[in-house]
Nanobody, 120 residues
C-alpha cells in the first residue's frame, strides 16, 4: 500500500513558475518510478515527467527544457518545477508511483491530483 499526497498547485500567470510536490508513504521500499501525469478537461491524461530510483529522468516534449523533476535524499518525495508556464499547461496534475514486485509485475499508485491553472 502506497499513499501519495500532492501539493503546490494553484493559479499562476503565463510565464510564471511553480513547484509541485508529491510525498509518498506506506510500503515505499519497492517503488521504482515516480512521476507526474496531467489531464486537461476533455483531453487524455498525458505523461509530464518521470524519475526512476536510479535517477534517470524523462520528460514530455511539451515541457522539456522548462521543467525539472527531482527527488529528496530519502527518495520518498518528488518535485516538479515548471517554468515559463503557458495556458496549455492548465490541467489537473497527478503524481504516480510504480511499485515493482519481485515477480517483475508492477502496480501503479496515483495521487488525488492538484489543479494548476495558468491564466492572466
Amino acid at each position: 500500500q502506497v499513499q501519495l499526497v500532492e501539493s503546490g498547485g494553484g493559479l499562476v500567470q503565463p510565464g510564471g513558475s511553480l513547484t509541485l510536490t508529491c510525498a509518498a508513504s506506506g510500503s515505499i521500499g519497492m517503488i521504482s518510478v515516480m512521476g507526474w501525469y496531467r489531464q486537461a478537461p476533455g483531453k487524455l491524461r498525458e505523461m509530464v515527467a518521470t524519475v526512476t530510483s536510479g535517477g534517470s529522468t524523462n520528460y514530455a516534449d511539451s515541457v522539456k527544457g522548462r521543467s525539472a523533476i527531482s527527488r529528496d535524499n530519502a527518495k520518498t518525495t518528488v518535485f516538479l518545477q515548471m517554468n515559463s508556464l503557458k495556458s496549455e499547461d492548465t490541467a489537473v496534475y497527478y503524481c504516480y508511483a510504480v511499485r515493482t514486485y519481485e515477480s517483475g509485475s508492477k502496480y501503479v499508485y496515483w495521487g488525488q491530483g492538484t489543479q494548476v491553472t495558468v491564466s492572466s
